[in-house]
């Protein structure tokens, strides 16, 4: 006579789920880390290179943002000083 498991899961999927609450679990503990690292990290710890290098990203994001077409209707801010 067969006889139901009852070490297994009981439901479809709840192997996959537990994965998944796991893998959730060491993220949150990551971002905890890095969260801590951050709060205690002082501007003048910041290497030169690494300034250097967040400047000119963020002015490449800025240009990526801004597109090709953001001077064909610029905003009237840029026309006053023109």
Do not use: C, H, Q, W
Not at 24 to 43: I, Q, S
Not at 67 to 82: E, I, Q, V
């Amino acid at each position: 006579m067969l006889t139901a498991r009852r070490d297994g899961p009981t439901k479809p999927g709840k192997l996959e789920r537990t994965a998944k609450n796991n893998r959730g679990r060491a993220m949150a503990d990551e971002t905890a880390t890095l969260a801590a690292y951050v709060a205690d990290l002082k501007f003048e710890d910041i290497p030169r290179e690494v300034l250097e290098r967040a400047k000119v990203l963020t002015l490449d994001f800025l240009g990526s943002a801004s597109g090709p077409g953001a001077m064909r209707n610029p905003p009237l801010s840029l026309l006053k000083n023109a």
